[in-house]
């Protein structure tokens, strides 16, 4: 699954351990998922969205 | 595994629970195992004791460990699954084998279950230590 995270990061100046905090995850979690080495959960992916104030499909799509 | 800080502090006290019912589970084993010979020259009821205390902190350990895995941020939580389906497929594959191996006349050496526990436990730390890195 593709998706826009390192890309709204940035636009926010956000390192991934900034991001980890707003989202509660570990930063290795953030670093899979910019990499797509690993897909969020549902719960994971709406606390992403609400994080960057958008909608899921804004930020994840099929790849 | 979370981020902030009052979670990480949670987080390392899970393992912290986690490490010591295990060193509890690990020493009363080694009490049942060896106290009869070593300690209380075979006494039964001693036996009995040091068992039961085997069993009831094994249960601990076992609480503790599935707490701990909820607990777990879902990126480190499919490590640890990773880890344990790869430890409990090999140790079942190699387990069988090897015994149909001694069934057979296969092999020389007599099959112990600590071999089998050692096997799983290896896996799952390598397995562990490799999806880790993966992720890292």
Redesign the interface.
């Known amino acids: 699954m593709r998706n826009r995270l390192r890309e709204l990061r940035d636009e926010r100046g956000w390192s991934q351990?900034a991001l980890?905090?707003h989202a509660?995850?570990?930063?290795?979690?953030i670093?899979?998922i910019e990499t797509r080495?690993?897909d969020?959960?549902l719960p994971?992916a709406f606390r992403l969205a609400r994080v960057f104030e958008l909608r899921i499909e804004e930020i994840f799509h099929d790849a | 595994?979370?981020?902030?800080p009052a979670?990480e502090r949670l987080a390392t006290r899970r393992t912290l629970h986690l490490a010591l019912a295990t060193v509890g589970w690990v020493g009363t084993l080694a009490l049942a195992q060896f106290g009869p010979e070593l300690l209380w020259n075979r006494g039964v009821v001693f036996s009995w004791i040091a068992l039961v205390l085997n069993l009831a902190v094994g249960a601990i350990w076992i609480l503790v460990h599935v707490r701990y895995l909820r607990a777990a941020?879902?990126?480190?939580r499919?490590v640890l699954l990773d880890a344990t389906g790869l430890a409990l497929g090999v140790g079942l594959v190699v387990g069988c084998a090897l015994t149909a191996a001694h069934g057979a006349g296969l092999i020389g050496f007599q099959l112990d279950v600590a071999l089998f526990i050692i096997l799983i436990a290896v896996v799952y730390i390598v397995a562990t230590a490799i999806g880790?890195l993966?992720?890292?």
């Open positions: 351990g980890a905090e509660d995850v570990s930063r290795q979690t670093n899979a080495k690993y969020p959960s994971l | 595994m979370t981020a902030t979670s941020g879902e990126l480190q499919k880790n993966r992720y890292r």
